[in-house]
């Protein structure tokens, strides 16, 4: 997965870790990236909220 700069992570949901970071234009967004060994899923959202419900409705496939 892509490393970024100033990732602050906020809090975990299952293996779904949910963090802020800024953009290349300075807006903050919202990322979900699953840290299981092998899934790799992880995606952006412009809300906590929308990243939150997309964490909970991961379904991993490696579990
Ligand atoms: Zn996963």
Not at 4 to 24: A, C, E, W
Request: hydrophobic content about 35%; glycine content about 8%; some cysteine.
């Amino acid at each position: 997965m892509p490393v970024r700069n100033s990732f602050h992570s906020l809090m975990k949901i299952g293996p779904v870790q949910i963090g802020t970071y800024r953009d290349n234009r300075g807006r903050t967004k919202h990322a979900a990236v699953c840290t299981a060994d092998g899934c790799g899923w992880s995606a952006d959202y412009a809300s906590s909220a929308a990243a939150q419900l997309a964490a909970r409705s991961h379904r991993c496939r490696i579990n």
